[in-house]
């Protein structure tokens, strides 16, 4: 549905993305994660047709960005941190607002007006300007507002930044009902459990590159970070099973071993097996997945962290 | 529907929703009407007694308002373009501008929507200034063609003035910085023929006065709502400043349109 070929993009000397491939299927959502400042509204502006990309291809819902923009524009839907809502006018006028531009009748504009205001929790707020609206409110207008023209493809740009924990469960549920009913949605976000929760497939973006791609999953278990932890009675047992398994990290103060692996039964199995086999009695055993935050790090790390202060800045700048 | 039909809906949409802006943000739209009535008490009954006895009254019929209406008149079209400005300026950093762009919607109709609320506004705007000053004295003694005229020439100069208003609005990176911009004309009035005559302006700047846009606006306007003689050219001056006005601010205002959509936003993904 969405598919990008060689994205590039520079704001002077800067380079913002350099050589972005990405794959999304249809009915499916695809996140985009990565650190401030990492190019990820960069790609979403490029993909809604906002700024022109120094270089690639992209094409979404079958029509290529280069020629058919409009095309392009009549399926998309986006909400995010660079597109707003309209301060002076009531979330009402502001839906209204959009249905007219969407060339409805006056009618069927009232009438999906209406459903959504419902839909999103807005009808006593539709009258009062987006001024009075608490954040997750004004998100959910902006959200709404979106879909009055029925996209088949929706771009999330941080769709839950600065909203409290509530407001965001609220938020993630109406994703997640949106793609069941068979949008495509890109979202970016800095969340790493955001991405957990409710992509499809992920892919990490740091300083213009995709530096890893894949399904939440795939991604936990690229990086080593996943390990066994085998408890022991005593020295002897420890001592021996170290000599069996060969590669693992020792507490002989704690009495444990610590196995790395890919986190899957079957190597599970084989451990233990391994040590039944040699007559060794484990007396624990814990099994250690490597979360998102392990592979976000591992991969965004910087070799040069006088960088981290300046990247924060500019989340604080924004 | 024609594409042109799409675009004067949209256009129509666009003009709507600045009518609205316009009601909802009451104090800034009645701030173009306030700042030239001000004017227009200060200059009549604060300074008119000596600046309009250095024009020679007897020209005017001793009324100084008369003499100076047609300044202020231009002058609420310079104001109205601050407020075009600042509209713009607060659509681009809210995003707003940013969304319609991502909508398959007539690109031209964002800026034709502003650009003719604008100079409806600035119209209505004129229309107070005129109803104020007449209470004030004003007499006009202008034919009905000369009405026609004249209300024409507002709306063209209006409509040139706009069009560089929307032009600061998209290049100002904040109201204020739009408004100050803006400014520039409310500073080209103050030193046009709108309070005093140019020839008592000394040599270097008198030349300055007489051929910047506003001089011969508000000389065209005066000769005719007072029906004096149009000083030489000043008709074919005013007109030619119109066109170049509203078509450098067409320009500019597309170049910059077109260019940057999230201009003011560019710095948060440096």
Redesign the interface.
């Known amino acids: 549905m969405i598919e990008t070929r060689g994205l590039r993009k520079s704001?002077g000397e800067?380079v913002?993305l350099d050589g972005i491939d990405l794959n999304v299927a249809e009915g499916t959502i695809f996140a985009l994660l990565g650190p401030n400042?990492a190019?990820k509204?960069?790609v979403v502006?490029i993909l809604?047709?906002?700024?022109s990309a120094d270089g690639g291809k992209v094409r979404i819902a079958g029509h290529d960005l280069d020629k058919e923009p409009?095309?392009i524009?009549?399926a998309?839907?986006?909400t995010g941190?660079?597109?707003?809502?309209?301060?002076?006018?009531t979330g009402e006028?502001n839906l209204l607002?959009?249905a007219?531009?969407?060339?409805l009748s006056r009618r069927e504009g009232r009438r999906r007006a209406a459903a959504l205001l419902e839909r999103f929790d807005l009808v006593d707020a539709a009258k009062k300007?987006p001024a009075t609206y608490s954040g997750g409110m004004r998100r959910r207008l902006d959200l709404a507002?979106t879909l009055i023209?029925d996209p088949r493809v929706i771009f999330l740009d941080e769709p839950t930044t600065g909203l409290d924990p509530r407001s965001r469960q609220t938020m993630w549920q109406i994703i997640r009902d949106l793609v069941a009913s068979g949008v495509t949605i890109l979202l970016t976000t800095q969340y790493l459990d955001e991405a957990d929760q409710l992509a499809d497939r992920i892919a990490v973006l740091d300083q213009g590159k995709l530096v890893a791609e894949g399904t939440p999953d795939e991604l936990k278990r690229l990086i080593p970070g996943g390990h066994i932890l085998l408890q022991f009675a005593g020295t002897d047992a420890l001592a021996s099973a170290a000599r069996i398994l060969g590669r693992v990290t020792r507490d002989d103060n704690a009495l444990t071993l610590q196995v790395p692996t890919d986190g899957s039964v079957r190597s599970l199995k084989i451990i233990l097996d391994q040590l039944d086999h040699e007559g060794v009695e484990v007396s624990g055993v814990s099994v250690h997945t490597s979360d998102l935050d392990d592979v976000f790090f591992a991969l965004t790390d910087r070799p040069n962290h006088t960088d981290v202060p300046d990247t924060q800045k500019?989340g604080a700048?924004? | 529907m024609t594409t042109l039909a799409y675009t004067l809906r949209d256009s129509a949409t666009m003009l709507r929703r600045d009518g609205r802006h316009s009601l909802r943000n009451l104090p800034m739209t009645l701030s173009g009407v306030a700042t030239p009535t001000i004017m227009l008490v200060l200059f009549n009954y604060v300074y008119g007694g000596a600046m309009g006895a250095g024009l020679g009254g007897a020209a005017l019929s001793g009324n100084y308002i008369n003499y100076i209406a047609a300044g202020v008149i231009a002058m609420t079209v310079a104001t109205g373009c601050e407020t075009t400005a600042i509209n713009l300026c607060m659509d681009m950093s809210e995003g707003i501008i940013a969304r319609f762009r991502t909508m398959a919607i007539s690109r031209a109709s964002v800026l034709t929507g502003q650009v003719v609320g604008s100079v409806i506004r600035t119209m209505l705007s004129v229309g107070l200034v005129i109803g104020v000053a007449f209470l004030m004295g004003f007499r006009p003694t202008a034919s009905l063609m000369a009405w026609i005229a004249a209300i024409g020439l507002i709306a063209v100069f209006a409509f040139a003035i706009t069009w560089m208003g929307v032009a600061f609005g998209l290049i100002g990176k904040t109201p204020a910085g739009a408004n100050s911009l803006s400014l520039i004309f409310l500073l080209l009035a103050f030193t046009s023929s709108a309070f005093v005559n140019p020839e008592t302006i000394p040599a270097g700047i008198r030349w300055f006065a007489e051929y910047q846009p506003f001089t011969p606006v508000i000389d065209t306007l005066r000769g005719l709502l007072l029906g004096t003689p149009i000083p030489n050219n000043s008709a074919i001056l005013a007109i030619a400043w119109c066109v170049a006005l509203a078509l450098v601010g067409y320009l500019w205002a597309r170049a910059v349109y077109n260019r940057n959509a999230v201009a003011n936003n560019l710095s948060s993904v440096r």
């Open positions: 704001f800067k913002v400042g190019g509204t960069t502006q809604s047709t906002l700024i409009d095309a524009r009549a998309i839907g986006v941190q660079f597109s707003a809502v309209d301060s002076l006018l006028e607002l959009m007219d531009l969407h060339h300007r507002m023209g500019e700048a924004r």
